[in-house]
């Protein structure tokens, strides 16, 4: 079977390729339809990892949130014409004590690996769950990011004592917005309070109980929980705050990604007996939680609808350009590609 997969071969260039998959393989091909633009894509399209990251990674298909429909399974274990989402983590062995994010030997699509932007992904049945009937495309393409923020929570919800009246939210962007989604969810009782930058950005978080501006954190505010979503140059002065305001003995999810180191204040870390806990990608039940997330609270897919931004149709190699470009000025919300490549 010939294949075609668009690499990103240097800084803002793309370059469809053909590849031969092995025929006789027992596993899935799904026709991709929506593709989700991360800012980790955005970071290799825009030339802003390191040379050496850049020279070692590429040439390589970007994307790792996505959705398609399955044309043929040697398996049996879908259907012709199911939607399915697609998981980008792929593991080669299992651990007892390491989750398979987490494992050094899982292979990553987008990451070192061809990710989503091809004319087929051919995947083992592990690597794909059953989308919900009528959920939109458009939203069900960024599963995989909120699957992360299911990974977050979760951990947070077995490393994080019981003290949990105030837990606070850093960050104003998409990982902030669907991390505060899912704790509504999840603890309905919780009173939930986050912090941005950017007022109109805070504007769309309806759901929570409080929204404050960074600057407005007050004499005598405290959280017991908090939750680090800012990643980059927010990272340092975001995890400075939480440590000032969280109460002893809290826990905080770090969840931003930064290029560069970020400098902690370890003293106030050891008096407090603070826990610091780092949450990377999901594995397989964080996917699987997060579908049965969405048919128990059916309302969530209507909140995550207000992150769909662009949503560019994709048909050429030019309109891929298009579309990161699109992504690259947006301020807020998801750039989708729909997929007709």
């Known amino acids: 079977m010939l294949n075609r997969v668009y690499r990103l071969i240097a800084p803002r260039t793309f370059e469809p390729v053909q590849v031969e998959v092995p025929d006789g393989v027992l596993q899935v091909v799904v026709r991709p339809t929506y593709l989700s633009i991360c800012n980790a894509d955005m970071r290799y399209y825009q030339g802003k990892r390191s040379a050496e990251a850049l020279a070692k990674k590429l040439p390589m298909a970007l994307i790792h949130e996505g959705v398609g429909v399955v ?7 879908f259907e012709r014409g199911e939607s399915v989402v697609m998981l ?3 593991p080669h062995e299992a651990d007892p004590h390491i989750a398979e994010n987490y494992l050094a030997s899982s292979e990553f699509c987008g990451s070192g690996f061809d990710g989503f932007m091809q004319e087929y992904m051919v995947l083992p049945p592990s690597r794909l769950v059953r989308l919900p009937e009528g959920v939109d495309g458009t939203v069900a393409a960024f599963t995989e990011l909120v699957s992360v923020a299911m990974h977050a929570v979760s951990r947070f919800d077995v490393i994080a004592h019981e003290g ?4 606070g939210v850093w960050g104003d962007g998409n990982l902030g917005f669907i991390v505060s989604l899912i704790l509504r969810m999840k603890y309905p ?4 309070v986050v912090f941005g930058r950017n007022a109109y950005k805070l504007n769309d978080f309806t759901f929570v109980d409080e929204t404050r501006l960074t600057y407005e954190a007050g004499d005598g505010f405290a959280v017991d929980h908090a939750f680090e979503c800012c990643g980059g140059d927010g990272s340092a002065s975001a995890i400075d705050q939480i440590i000032d305001v969280i109460k002893p003995e809290g826990a905080v999810s770090l969840l931003g990604v930064s290029e560069n180191p970020v400098p902690v204040n ?3 870390v050891l008096e407090k007996g603070l826990r610091l806990f780092g949450s990377s990608r999901s594995g397989r039940q964080d996917f699987l939680d997060t579908i049965a997330l969405y048919e128990a609270h059916p309302e969530i897919l209507s909140y995550l609808a207000a992150l769909v931004g662009n949503v560019v149709e994709v048909g050429s190699v030019a309109q891929i350009t298009q579309a990161f470009e699109a992504d690259a000025r947006k301020s807020m919300g998801k750039t989708v590609m729909k997929w007709k490549m």
Do not use: E
């Open 189 to 192: 009782g919780m009173r939930i």
């Open 266 to 268: 370890t003293r106030m």
């Open 164 to 167: 949990r009246s105030v837990v």
């Open 88 to 90: 980008p983590n792929n």
């Open 71 to 77: 044309v043929r399974d040697a398996t049996g274990a």
